[in-house]
C-alpha cells in the first residue's frame, strides 16, 4: 500500500500485489484486469468519509 504524506493511503503496489498472487497460484492476466476496480474498492473502503476522522 502507498501512503500519501498526510497518512491516507492512496494505491496499491501493483508489483507486490502481482508477485502475491504469483505466489498464490493465481491467473495473472485475470488479477491484472481486476486490479484497478479491486484498488478503488479497498482504498475508497480506507479513507474515512469525514476528514476529521
Known amino acids: 500500500m502507498r501512503i500519501a504524506g498526510v497518512?491516507?493511503?492512496?494505491?496499491?503496489?501493483?508489483?507486490?500485489v502481482m508477485m502475491m498472487g504469483a505466489a498464490l497460484g493465481a491467473d495473472a492476466e485475470m488479477l491484472a484486469d481486476i486490479l484497478p476496480s479491486a484498488?478503488?474498492?479497498?482504498?475508497?473502503?480506507?479513507i474515512p468519509d469525514d476528514p476529521t476522522d
Open 7 to 16: 497518512g491516507q493511503p492512496f494505491a496499491l503496489d501493483h508489483s507486490a
Open 39 to 46: 484498488e478503488a474498492a479497498i482504498i475508497a473502503h480506507l
